[in-house]
Structures are given as C-alpha cells and as structure tokens.
C-alpha cells in the first residue's frame, strides 16, 4: 500500500499544445498505445478501413478531422500515473485550450518539422510562460523534408525567446530518417519501418561507437552525425533541470508520432524530467499537495454519454486524497456536497473512482451545482482563481427551425452555455425569446449548432450580429432605461442575470461613456 506522498510523486499532469496539422492527436494516440490503452493507432483524419482516433470522440471531430475539444486520458505507464490533456490546436477553441492549461504541471509542445513555430504555437507557449509551466518541445515529422534541426533550434530561441537544448538528436530527416540519438546514454536508436500504426517500431540500440553504426547507417549520415555531437557538445546548452522547471529552457526531441519513430525514447525521458504535482495559491495562501483534499472545476461537459444527456464537472486535485463519496464544501455557495459517482476519464469512456490523489483529473457528475473555477475542498473555505474569463468577440442570434421542440432548444442551449466555451445573453428590450450567443471564435458556433442537432435533435440557423466587444454594467436595469443606444450598442441579461451591453466596437463604447454620465462598463462579472 503506497503512503500519500508516494503516490503524489506517481503523477505526471501535462497537456499537448500545437498548432493544427503539427501531428499532436497523432503523438496522443502513439502515447496511448506505448501506454498500452490501445493495440492500435487511429488517425484523426478517418479513412475507409482506419480506426478514428481514440481521443476524438465527438462526432464533429470525426467528421472534420479536427480536435474541437479538450479530452482527458488516464493511464499507467512504468510506474507512473499520466494524465494526459488533449487539446485543440484551431484558434477559435483557444478559450478551452487556455482553461486546461491551469490543470496542467507542464507542457509538451509539438511542432512540425517542415512549418518551424507557428501562430498557434507562439500563443499556447505564451499561456504557459505566463502561467510559469514548464515545456518540454517535440520536433515532430522528422520523416518528412523540413527546416532542418539546427534552424529549428535557432527558431524556437529566437521566435519563442527560450533557450533549448537537445536531449536527443536525429539521424537524417525525411526519407533518410533512420533514427535518434540519445545524448545522455551516447547511444543510437535505430528504427525500422513497420506497417502503419500497428505496432510500436521495432528499435536496434547500438553505442556511439559501435563499429557496425558506420555500415548501418552509410558514411554519409554517420559523419553528419559526429559533426553536430561535436558542435552540440562545443556550444550547446547544458540540461539543467532547474532552469527547466522555472520554464527558461526547454529540452528537445526529434521524432515522427506517425511511424513511432522515437515516441518510446521520448516519452520515458520525457517521465523521468517532468514535473509532478506542486503547491498551488489559493487566496488564503499556498496549498501543499499533502495537504487534505481539494481541487478545481477547470471545464464542464454536457452529454459525453448522449443517451444519458448527462454533464461532466472535470476536476483538478491540488491536494490530499479523494475517495468515493465523501464529504467537500462548495466554497461559492458554502454547501457541503456529498461527492458521488465519481469517474475517471478516457475520452469517452470512463469507469468509477474509487480513489484519486493531487495531479489526478477526474470527473463529477454535474446536475447543475458546478461553475467553471469553483473550488471544492475537505476543510477550510479557500477558493483557487485559476481558471480565467475569455470576453466574447464574436456574437450570433441563434434561431430554432423547429418550433415544435422548443423546449429541447432551451435545453441545449442551456447546458452547452454551462461548458462556458459560449456566453449566453437575454435581449432586453426584445420580446422573443431567441438567445444571443457570444464565442471568441466563430467556429464555436457550428459546434453548437452542430451538437444541438445531433445531441438534442433541433434544428438551427445563426444569424450574425454586428457587435464585437461586451462589457457588463454596474448597476440595474432602471438605472439606465434613460440612455439612447442606437446603434452604438444592445443592452441584454448574461445567464446569471446580470447586466451587460454588446458594443459594435472601441469607437461606439467611448460615444456611449461620453454622452451618459454615470454610465459604467465592468470588464469582469459583478461580484467576481
């Protein structure tokens, strides 16, 4: 039976950041599958006789070929407990991408060898820097032609502004991509091509020296790779593992996650330097990882089980032991909840905890008790603020088609609004009933439409509206019936009944600030 602190130490809580196409469900799967979850490696983009990818279970993803949610993946691997957060790479799912984040302790940045860093990328690492998380990057499509590892290193330094350092080195790209080097050990891993997806790849490990690598590899790349050891070992980074954790270096790995081309030396290095769950600030002070139970609401999901039409609160343990059924208080309502049915996550599928220590995500059912950002703990009233507001940017009035299921309209929109990818608001001066709907991309819309035909059998149609910004409003709704809107903006209700103005853009909300005196826009929830 391992004591609290050593299961702790189990736990590795990291999520995949990229921008799209850079390979990173692909790199999911290939984890999975070393991980032994999977036999077999599916691809995100569904062919004829392919297996669709394991981590992207909604039927859009399946359709499109992208990730448009975040996707929780537990599972065991020499020892360890991984907690593995897929995310989207699509611009217009950053605002879920930025909440998983916070239950992360560090980060594997994937990117693709022939494109160097991308737009994506440049934001995803800038969440992570910001939030001070540790990255550690793979260079992945090493089998295709590319930039080159070299350039690349430069680019990350000069693009990104951190420095690298190599912890394995390839051998050839493209066609002539035979394998990786590990600095470390000096020892080669060779690999062999084998049908696709379908088996980890087979490795030969030679030493460095080993006479037989020259044969092997011709004397083409056996002296490119001599070159760049030597210059490596000249003017390259040392790996210091402090400078690591406080997110000023970030160590390298080469590799192709579509053939496994160096995914099992990367993930077992990758284990042995990542960190694990570390103290978090509450606003009554740092909380210990061994301290008693507590944790986080970082997303919430309606129907994973569309038969079911049931919710998914995923928590965050920071801290203690979880165990089935016990008792933690709500801190934003002061009630104590019993927590039941808890569950652990696989993508779409899940089974029953039992137990869950600090770094473990896991999922509560949620009859409408939970919140993005509340906070659940054993003892005290600390409150974690770790999971930020993203202001909508984008707004659509959402009609039904079909007026006969009106009620399964509401209904929908009401529980894809609770996952908090989508902010809902009430016209005030209007009679009908139609809600608007603000995102920070337009893709968020065909998601919700999507779902709501799929999942809740409604028809819709998007009607977009030009406004750009929202603000809320201090104060009531008698306390500016005086004020003359025009087109400057729309005055509306968000769901939880407060206050808030849609603005057509920068120019419009200083008209209205000018010529209104007493007039307040809130950039954040009253009260929050």
Request: one cysteine or more; charged letters at 25%; aromatic letters at 8%.
């Amino acid at each position: 039976m391992k004591g609290l602190v050593e299961e702790i130490q189990r736990r590795k809580t990291f999520a995949i950041i990229s921008h799209p196409d850079a390979g990173k469900t692909t790199l999911t799967e290939k984890l999975l599958l070393y991980g032994g979850q999977i036999q077999m490696a599916g691809s995100v983009k569904a062919r004829r006789n392919q297996q669709k990818a394991t981590s992207d279970w909604m039927e859009l993803e399946k359709q499109r070929g992208i990730s448009v949610t975040s996707t929780v993946l537990q599972f065991e691997y020499e020892g360890y407990v991984l907690n593995l957060l897929d995310t989207p790479g699509h611009n217009d799912f950053s605002a879920d991408t930025y909440r998983t984040l916070t239950a992360a302790d560090s980060a594997v940045m994937l990117i693709d060898n022939a494109k160097g860093v991308e737009t994506q990328t440049k934001k995803l690492f800038a969440v992570c820097r910001q939030r001070g998380i540790p990255i550690f990057t793979f260079i992945n499509k090493m089998d295709h032609p590319g930039i080159g590892p070299l350039p690349l290193l430069t680019e990350v330094e000069d693009v990104l502004g951190i420095r690298s350092v190599p912890v394995n080195w390839p051998i050839g790209q493209g066609d002539e991509f035979r394998g990786v080097l590990d600095r470390h050990t000096r020892q080669v891993h060779l690999f062999e091509k084998t049908a696709h997806g379908a088996t980890k790849a087979a490795t030969t490990v030679l030493d460095l020296d080993d006479p037989e690598l020259i044969t092997l590899l011709g004397e083409k790349l056996y002296d490119q790779l001599q070159e760049d050891i030597e210059l490596l070992d000249i003017a390259g980074e040392e790996l210091d593992m402090d400078r690591v954790l406080r997110g000023e270096l970030t160590p390298v790995f080469f590799g192709s996650a579509i053939t496994n081309f160096g995914v099992e030396p990367f993930l077992k290095r990758f284990l042995q330097m990542a960190p694990g769950p570390t103290p978090r600030p509450t606003d009554k002070g740092e909380m210990a990882t061994d301290a008693p139970f507590s944790g986080f609401v970082f997303k919430i999901q309606a129907n994973m089980d569309p038969n079911h039409r049931d919710r998914i609160a995923f928590m965050r343990i920071v801290s203690g032991k979880f165990e089935k059924d016990m008792d933690a208080v709500h801190t934003r309502t002061g009630k104590k909840l019993r927590l039941s049915r808890p569950q652990r996550l696989f993508a779409q599928s899940r089974e029953t905890v039992e137990e869950a220590y600090a770094g473990d995500i896991i999922g509560l059912s949620n009859v409408g008790a939970f919140l993005l950002g509340d906070t659940l703990v054993a003892e005290g009233k600390q409150v974690f603020n770790e999971v930020p507001h993203f202001m909508a940017e984008t707004f659509v009035l959402l009609r039904s088609l079909d007026i006969g299921r009106l009620k399964h309209f509401e209904k929908g929109v009401s529980q894809l609004c609770e996952e908090g990818l989508v902010d809902l608001y009430w016209d005030k001066r209007s009679q009908s009933r139609d809600p608007i709907l603000g995102a920070v991309g337009r893709l968020q819309f065909d998601v919700v439409q999507f779902r709501l035909e799929v999942e809740y059998g409604v028809r819709t149609v998007a009607e977009p509206l030009s406004f750009e910004i929202f603000r809320w409003i201090e104060g009531d709704w008698d306390s500016v019936k005086g004020v003359y809107w025009a087109q400057y903006g729309r005055p509306v209700e968000d769901d939880h009944g407060n206050l808030g103005v849609l603005l057509q853009n920068e120019r419009s909300m200083n008209f209205l600030l000018a010529n209104n005196k007493g007039l307040t826009f809130l950039e954040r929830r009253p009260g929050t």
